[in-house]
């Protein structure tokens, strides 16, 4: 079924936008963190817990956050903004591994090595280093106007050579871990990334002005759009430029892109530290797509921007089904969202509105391909051909699978769900992946284009 459902989505036509860079891995261990909190001193690294920064100023910032990350198992992502501390980090880090990073850039190439028929991804910054980290496969492109017409090419024949290189450290930290905090001793719960964002202001999220006006013409090509990146808007630049500049230029390429034809546009969410910005994300382009993907952190921020505090307390602290389902009824009803895809550690939801198209069995399947994908990848470490699908599929569900299957059922019950359809699957967790950057990306391209192609098959695309 998983199988068929992905030949099917790999008949489509996709673009991608807005971010990559360069993810530079590191592979934490105890001693490594150990160290780090050594270095600063426990009490130090306590207080600064308890001050919670919302970006990355000096090196005791990122240590404290990275612990409290830690502690709880929760994938966080923390931008960095003083550019002087890079070398602070080349010096006590040495990189496991560098490899693309980004959602456009992962999930450009996880869809060029799926096969799927054409695969267009823009990204505004393209440096040679940047470049030769997308695939090498004759499905993928990247747009250029060339003598007033739009031309695609390989990103390999389209890097520019002054660009900037964003550089994003991640680090992998694995269920199990052990360390000390001044007399307390911490275990990480569950295994997945931290990631250091870097945000300086040489990297912007845009469409270049010449590209715009051939935005309906991509959006006519393909089937669907994933679009991401917004996270890396800041506030204020000092050219005078701001965040509602972007996000109104932001608003105008969604529109161009569906002008033509209504393409089908799901925007990947990921972790916006401030709530100011991370507000006008959601208002600005929220109501503007028509599906949205997010993990169990982010749901917990969106609500609680949205004034949803003591809901996005317990979803951040308990990830409970209920507080969950309660969200994302919140969420679709409030953005009027055609889907919202809720990824987490035990399992996947679906939230739509009771008129989808697609039954209940089919979004079920969606989520399927979603997680034995993300299954394929966390076990390999990244998915070259189709036929790795198989890999995923032999990934049991996890422990809590019944679990998870039963609180939903009463879930259910207790909450008010006759104008929705609502689905969840128990996620095919690796018990000691590779690496688990990426994977909502992973889950996330899943269930958006089995989802287009499911729609395509019933006519409704
Ligand atoms: N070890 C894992 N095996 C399979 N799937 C996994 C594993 N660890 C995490 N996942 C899934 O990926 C998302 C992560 O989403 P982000 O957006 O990257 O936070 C997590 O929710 C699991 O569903
Ligand atoms: O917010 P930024 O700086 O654009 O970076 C996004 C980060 O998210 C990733 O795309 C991974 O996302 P997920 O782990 O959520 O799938 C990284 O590769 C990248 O470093
Ligand atoms: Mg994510």
Do not use: C
């Not at 996880?110 to 040679?128: G, I, Q, S």
């Not at 695939?135 to 520019?160: I, M, Q, S, T």
């Not at 569950?190 to 964002?197: A, E, T």
């Not at 009803?333 to 996947?348: A, G, P, V």
């Amino acid at each position: 079924m998983v199988r068929e459902l992905l030949d099917k989505a790999r008949e489509l036509s996709m673009f991608t936008a807005y971010n990559t860079n360069v993810d530079a891995i590191v592979y934490l261990n105890g001693k490594t963190v150990q160290r780090l909190i050594d270095e600063f001193g426990a009490e130090a690294v306590k207080r600064r817990m308890e001050e919670y920064p919302r970006e990355i100023n000096e090196p005791l910032d990122f240590v404290a956050r990275l612990v409290h990350a830690l502690k709880t198992g929760k994938p966080m992502a923390v931008p960095l903004v003083n550019e002087e501390l890079q070398a602070w980090f080349d010096s006590h880090f040495k990189y496991d591994v560098e490899r693309m990073g980004g959602q456009a850039g992962i999930i450009a190439n996880l869809l060029a090595n799926l096969d799927f028929r054409e695969v267009l991804v823009y990204t505004p910054h393209l440096a040679k280093r940047q470049a030769e980290m997308f695939v090498k496969k004759p499905n993928l492109f990247y747009p250029v106007v060339e003598n007033g017409k739009l031309v695609l090419k390989h990103p390999w024949e389209a890097y520019r050579e002054n660009d900037p290189v964003k550089v994003n450290r991640i680090f992998e930290f694995r269920a199990g871990t052990t360390f000390r905090l001044g007399n307390e001793t911490i275990t990480v719960p569950f295994s997945g990334r931290f990631i250091v964002s870097a945000r300086f202001e040489s990297i912007r999220i845009y469409t270049e002005p010449e590209l715009k006006s051939f935005l309906p013409e991509i959006g006519q090509r393909v089937d669907g759009a994933i679009l991401s990146g917004y996270q890396g808007i800041k506030l204020r630049y000092s050219e005078g430029k701001d965040a509602n500049y972007y996000l109104r230029e932001a608003k105008k390429d969604i529109l161009l892109l569906k002008r033509e034809k209504d393409v089908k546009v799901h925007l990947e969410f990921a972790s916006i530290q401030n709530r100011e910005l991370r507000k006008k994300v959601i208002y600005n382009l929220f109501p503007l797509v028509d599906s949205v993907g997010m993990d169990e952190a982010e749901i917990a921020y969106v609500l609680s921007a949205l004034g949803y505090d003591k809901l996005a307390e317990r979803i951040f602290t308990y990830n409970r089904i209920e507080d969950t389902v309660l969200g994302g009824k919140i969420l679709i009803d409030e953005m009027n969202l055609e889907l919202l895809q809720i990824h987490t550690i035990y399992y996947i939801m679906y939230i739509a509105h009771a008129d989808n198209p697609l039954s209940e069995a089919e979004l079920r399947q969606s989520l399927e391909l979603a997680t034995t994908l993300a299954a394929s990848r966390a076990s390999l470490g990244d998915i070259t051909s189709p036929d790795q699908i198989s890999v995923g599929m032999n990934v049991p569900y996890n422990e809590r699978g019944e679990y998870v299957k039963l609180r939903f059922e009463e879930a259910k019950r207790r909450l008010r769900t006759k104008e929705y359809k609502l689905v969840i699957i128990p996620t095919r967790l690796v018990q000691n992946p590779v690496s688990t950057v990426g994977l909502g990306d992973t889950i996330s391209t899943g269930a958006f284009t089995s989802y287009l192609a499911m729609l395509k098959d019933n006519g409704e695309l």
